[in-house]
């Protein structure tokens, strides 16, 4: 079992490049989590997706898009970046049941020039 | 919404002692509150967590406890070691739209001397 993977580990984007943050998980977990991570901030919440075909906003969506492919993916989308969308993305996940615990991915760190 | 305040932002300790970080939370609805250990460059690992129907939980050297009345909650680590150096974050649960959310403190960073 891997558990939560992001793909790529680390990015660098040029302002207005696109690009899409992969993360899959094995653990057959319904609710899915992106945030972002910057020095100082803790970690915000971009966007989830509470079962599969359903995405909604968090704290911090603007700049970001989100498709839920299937149970497993999860995608981010930047249309455009932007240097202040320079951070550490997470990824987590969480079943339905039981434990509210939270699973994060290894990050992923992008850097927008 | 839910925010949630931590303090302090650093803390530094002799091996051997003890360490404690503060939270507070503003929405009485929150009902879950896990704490988070980071080590650096790595991901958030779950080390402790703590249900609103239960004042104080405790794991070998490390305990939370809950105050709902003043909605705030605390992680202990006693016999502090050089491995539990690292960013300690702590959050706290609301449902919203049919899913947990958490809103996390902004974390604290934990150096324990040798």
């Known amino acids: 079992n891997a558990g939560v993977t992001q793909t790529p580990k680390f990015q660098v984007l040029k302002t207005g490049q696109s690009m899409t943050l992969q993360c899959a998980q094995d653990m057959n977990h319904n609710s899915m989590y992106w945030y972002r991570q910057d020095p100082g901030m803790g970690l915000r919440l971009i966007y989830y997706?509470?079962?599969?075909?359903?995405?909604d906003k968090g704290e911090v969506p603007n700049g970001y898009n989100v498709s839920r492919l299937n149970k497993r993916e999860f995608s981010l989308r930047l249309e455009s970046a932007a240097p202040s969308q320079t951070s550490v993305y997470f990824c987590?996940?969480?079943?339905?049941?039981?434990?509210?615990?939270?699973?994060f991915g290894p990050g992923t760190r992008l850097t927008v020039l | 919404g839910e925010n949630v305040e931590q303090h302090p932002s650093t803390l530094s300790v002799q091996e051997g002692d003890s360490a404690v970080i503060k939270c507070t939370y503003s929405d009485s609805a929150s009902n879950y509150f896990p704490w988070y250990k980071q080590e650096l460059g790595k991901r958030p690992q779950l080390i402790i967590d703590?249900?609103?129907?239960?004042g104080e939980k405790k794991d070998q050297r490390i305990a939370v406890t809950l105050n709902k009345t003043a909605k705030h909650f605390s992680l202990h680590i006693t016999e502090t070691q050089p491995e539990d150096s690292a960013v300690y974050f702590c959050a706290a649960s609301l449902v919203r739209a049919g899913s947990y959310q958490l809103t996390f403190g902004k974390g604290t960073k934990l150096s324990v001397i040798p």
């Open positions: 987590a996940c969480k079943t339905a049941e039981g434990t509210d615990t939270q699973y």
């Open positions: 703590i249900r609103s129907n239960v």
């Open positions: 997706s509470a079962s599969e075909g359903t995405t």
